[in-house]
């Protein structure tokens, strides 16, 4: 579904991605994990067509993407949770949803916000509720819920579990397996990487801007470099 080619990114002249590539198979959820500054986020954001890449392309259903404005490749289907979730506060969580749907008309934000309550019954209880009064847990569940009144077929969640608590993190984490089988794909950037990696079908391992190791969730849980690196073992 989405195939990243050996893609250099860069930030003026600083380079945050060197000959990255990566792919994710339809119905998948693939975890990418790695330290502070491993280029998780530019990678996303590179997806989604808010950074270019200067090499390399990016194909998404057989479609390269890597040239197209970020609307139009919201509009094949791919859709963003931003890091630090990026709500509007000051208004209600239903006003949120209708901004995720800004590339909808009325008929489809009807059914949208069907689909995303259905999903999240708590959202549907507090829609008047302004998205700032929201704990932690709601405010990322109304950011991945926004992201999917675009109906995406495919959905990058940047640390969404960052700064909360475990039985939170837990709960979120059900909350990405239920869109995984609602049929949406998933590529996701996660710290708490040994519940990512149990969850996930694969897994790609970041450093400095590449890919140092990539395999199915277990693979990588059992490696040694991830073991001392990542989980403390
Ligand atoms: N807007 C920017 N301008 C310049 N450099 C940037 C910018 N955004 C990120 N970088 C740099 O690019 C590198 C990769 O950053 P990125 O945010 O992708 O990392 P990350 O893996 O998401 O890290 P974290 O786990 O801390 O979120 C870092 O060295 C960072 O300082
Ligand atoms: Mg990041």
């Not at 000959?19 to 502070?36: Q, T």
């Not at 139009?72 to 859709?79: D, F, N, S, Y």
């Not at 869109?179 to 998933?186: A, C, K, L, N, Y």
């Amino acid at each position: 579904m989405l195939k990243i080619e050996t893609i250099d990114v860069f930030y003026g002249k600083f380079q945050a991605l060197w000959g990255l590539s990566l792919h994710v198979e339809k119905g998948e959820i693939v975890a990418l994990i790695g330290p502070n500054g491993a280029g998780k986020t530019t990678t996303l954001r590179t997806v989604a067509g808010l950074l270019k890449p200067a090499r390399g392309k990016i194909f998404f259903n057989g479609t390269e993407i890597s040239k197209l404005p970020s609307h139009r490749i919201a509009k094949l289907g791919v859709a963003m949770v931003p890091e630090g979730r990026q709500l509007f506060e000051k208004m209600t969580v239903f006003e949120n949803l209708l901004m995720g749907a800004y590339l909808k008309n009325e008929e489809e934000i009807k059914d949208s916000l069907e689909f995303v309550y259905q999903l999240f019954p708590r959202l549907k209880e507090r829609k008047r509720q302004l998205a700032g009064t929201l704990s932690g847990g709601e405010q990322q569940m109304l950011a991945v819920a926004r992201a999917l009144m675009l109906k995406p077929s495919f959905l990058m969640i940047d640390e969404m579990s960052l700064g909360l608590m475990p039985t939170l993190v837990a709960e979120l984490f059900k909350v990405v397996e239920k869109v995984r089988d609602e049929g949406i794909t998933v590529l996701m950037v996660e710290q708490h990487v040994e519940s990512a990696l149990k969850m996930a079908n694969r897994g790609y391992l970041m450093e400095q801007g590449r890919v140092v190791m990539e395999g199915a969730g277990n693979e990588l849980l059992e490696s040694e470099h991830v073991k001392k690196a990542y989980l403390g073992l």
